[in-house]
């Protein structure tokens, strides 16, 4: 089998940063939660600054930015190329790290491409996790809120926007047309694949989503890292929040099971506080670190292998 990682494209420090192009059309996407967690989700969740469908100002169409990204991301997340990323990564070699060291090191990504605030990375996990706490839900979900973005720490190992961030899909089989910009995909070689291309490819009906292999980016990473600390509910929320085809367009439900379609309660629970609570308004990071610190040694050790 071919590895399509020889035929990528070079790319350059702005290309590899900015991350919330893909985040920015999500909120174009969905400006309105479509489903509720199992409490009601607190005014809190939308800034005082904006509404929920108006965080956004977009033309009818997407800005060519991201178009060009989705081009790269359908192009080239093959399953070859995701093999080989798992390959690379998922030994959990890279770094050695505490959970607040990793949001620290993911802090010095500085994102120039965001039109709606100035906060940091950190401040942003920061301001989910408040939204969360906000609203009553269990420590785990809190923590979940404060953690879930940090496989963006492949952006400071030198990955392509499109190989971090960007919806998931599976790989290895059909692709969804409930995947955004689906036409792109007629460039994927895995398209004109016989193996690959119907609605099964090499999966069996309802196999479970934990034995197909999606797209390669910042939640399967997170997901490995933590797999052996966290609740199932929590798990899903961080290995499915980018997988909107599903939890946001009912596809691929011919290779969920039972626990799948359990699980994914959770993921919809988590969704709105993904993309809504964004503010200008600065959470004091440094007063809530004890909390937070204290909450994350309830469930991590002092390390973890990334």
């Not at 965080?55 to 997340?77: I, S």
């Not at 934990?210 to 890292?225: I, P």
Request: charged letters at 25%; glycine letters at 4%.
């Amino acid at each position: 089998m071919n590895n399509d990682s020889d035929s990528q494209p070079a790319f350059n420090d702005i290309d590899r940063c900015e991350l919330d192009q893909w985040e920015d059309d999500l909120l174009r996407r969905y400006p309105n939660p479509a489903t509720s967690p199992p409490e009601p989700v607190s005014e809190k969740l939308v800034s005082d600054e904006k509404q929920a469908d108006e965080f956004r100002d977009y033309a009818a169409e997407a800005r060519p930015g991201v178009r060009e990204f989705y081009r790269l991301n359908h192009r080239y997340q093959t399953y070859a190329f995701v093999q080989q990323k798992r390959r690379q990564y998922l030994s959990l070699k890279q770094r050695k790290m505490g959970i607040w060291t990793a949001l620290e090191y993911l802090n010095t990504l500085v994102d120039d491409s965001d039109p709606d605030t100035e906060l940091s990375q950190i401040e942003h996990l920061v301001q989910t996790a408040e939204a969360i706490r906000a609203d009553g839900q269990p420590r785990w979900f809190i923590l979940t809120g404060l953690i879930h973005d940090l496989g963006k720490i492949l952006c400071l190992y030198g990955e392509p926007q499109w190989a971090v961030v960007g919806d998931t899909f599976p790989v290895g089989c059909g692709f969804s047309d409930k995947i955004v910009f689906h036409e792109l995909f007629a460039d994927n070689p895995d398209s004109q694949n016989p193996d690959y291309a119907s609605d099964l490819g090499i999966y069996q009906p309802h196999t479970g989503l934990r034995n197909v292999c999606m797209s390669w980016g910042h939640d399967e990473y997170l997901y490995q890292v933590v797999r052996d600390y966290l609740p199932d509910e929590a798990l899903y929320m961080i290995r499915y929040h980018s997988f909107y085809a599903a939890h946001r367009e009912g596809a691929y439900t011919h290779l969920m099971d039972e626990q799948d379609r359990r699980q994914f309660a959770w993921v919809k629970a988590f969704n709105p506080y993904d993309l809504y609570t964004k503010s200008h308004r600065r959470p004091d990071v440094e007063g809530l670190r004890p909390y937070y610190e204290e909450l994350i040694n309830e469930f991590f050790p002092p390390e973890l292998h990334w």
